[in-house]
């Protein structure tokens, strides 16, 4: 009712509720209507003088799991076909974001190559050739464009391990973890034997640790500790100047 009272005749999707299994951020516990409830809410957009132009869904934050591209894939051509046997010509398939990335070396899940190959195929058998189709690659592209670089500003021996404080952390460039589930592969430009260590961030509160289980070398005060991958969801949704330390500099490279 909004968008046909402030933009008549505007082109509209349909967000529909998808599977989210296996996503690290879950989102369709908040958006999207049920699948059984798109083609009425079609026919109402059409109703109200807007033009009904397809679907979108979004399987949710650094999704890992296949089954919830293919599966919504199939719930959205059923969809396309309900709307022209109505006579609604539907053109656009908004299939949203969650392709993930990797935040550990070690990492050897789903890919954006592995599943290109699998939607294609799905795509071309189950909507027409004029179809046209958004995608929304946000943390693909952000995430592996961001790393960042700290410093050890502390250290001590706590509960029979290292115990080194950065000048980053959870209200600053970390806040991913917190707001975006996301953990992080703690990197040192220092060799040597390596100690179960725990890294945590420099404010006053005691939830700023990063990481209870990182195997590091010994370190000193004014090594480096860095992270890569963390573009996206970091210096986005931190709390600048909290406790007083200032948001890290972004140098472009």
């Known amino acids: 009712y909004k968008i046909a009272k402030h933009c008549s005749g505007a082109r509209v999707l349909v967000r529909i509720k998808v599977s989210n299994d296996g996503s690290t951020v879950e989102l369709s516990r908040k958006f999207g209507a049920d699948p059984d409830q798109a083609l009425f809410l079609l026919k109402k957009a059409k109703s109200l003088g807007l033009k009904p132009a397809g679907v979108s869904f979004h399987v949710g934050s650094q999704c890992v799991n296949l089954k919830n591209f293919l599966q919504a894939l199939d719930l959205c051509g059923t969809i396309f076909n309900e709307a022209k046997g109505v006579g609604l010509k539907l053109d656009t398939l908004d299939i949203g974001g969650g392709f993930p990335i990797r935040h550990f070396d070690r990492d050897d899940h789903l890919t954006l190559k592995d599943i290109a190959r699998h939607l294609r195929k799905k795509m071309k058998r189950l909507f027409d050739k004029d179809t046209k189709f958004i995608a929304e690659p946000g943390r693909y592209f952000a995430g592996p464009a961001g790393t960042l670089v700290t410093q050890v500003v502390g250290r001590t021996f706590r509960n029979n391990r290292n115990f080194y404080y ?33 890294i945590a961030g420099p404010t006053c509160d005691s939830l700023d640790i990063l990481s209870h289980n990182e195997d590091l070398p010994e370190l000193e005060v004014g090594n480096i500790v860095y992270v890569k991958n963390i573009g996206a969801y970091s210096c986005a949704s931190a709390v600048p100047n909290f406790n007083g330390f200032k948001p890290a500099r972004i140098v472009m490279i």
């Open 166 to 198: 950065i000048n980053d952390g959870i209200y600053a460039d970390f806040s991913g973890m917190i707001f975006d589930h996301c953990r992080y592969e703690f990197k040192t430009l220092r060799r040597g034997q390596k100690f179960l260590s725990t």
